[in-house]
């Protein structure tokens, strides 16, 4: 069983940045391909990025954080990074890191582990 823990979120103002990371324990860490989804208040869930498994050499992102946000991995340290660069109003949101030994997508049902969350508030 794999558990993965966020950590990073805060309040920031617009423009600001912040890192996320989510540990991973439990597992063949490299193995497992990580993806980051957002859920805002009252909206459901929504892709953000994805990393594959292994050297993390395929990345994939939404439009909306595209050349602003960017997802890495240290399995050295079985964790996964969303650097956010540019933060907006709208990436207001509690982040979620979620993995699973299959292919990188955007699909959140396909993936087996889910973090608790952290919340990531931007101010205007």
């Known amino acids: 069983q794999v558990q993965l823990v966020e950590s990073g979120g805060g309040l920031v103002q617009a423009g600001d940045s912040l890192r996320l990371s989510c540990a991973a324990s439990g597992g063949t860490f490299s193995s497992l391909v990580v993806g980051w989804f957002r859920q805002a208040p009252g909206k459901e869930r929504e892709f953000a990025a994805t990393?594959?498994?292994?050297?993390?050499?395929?990345?994939n992102y939404a439009d909306s954080v595209k050349g602003r946000f960017t997802i890495s991995r240290d399995n050295a340290k079985n964790t996964v990074y969303l650097q956010m660069n540019d933060l907006k109003p709208e990436d207001t949101a509690v982040y979620y890191c979620a993995a699973g030994v299959i292919a990188t997508t955007w699909n959140p049902n396909a993936y087996d582990y889910w973090g608790q969350g952290t919340q990531v508030t931007v101010s205007s």
């Open positions: 990393i594959s498994s292994w050297s993390g050499r395929v990345t």
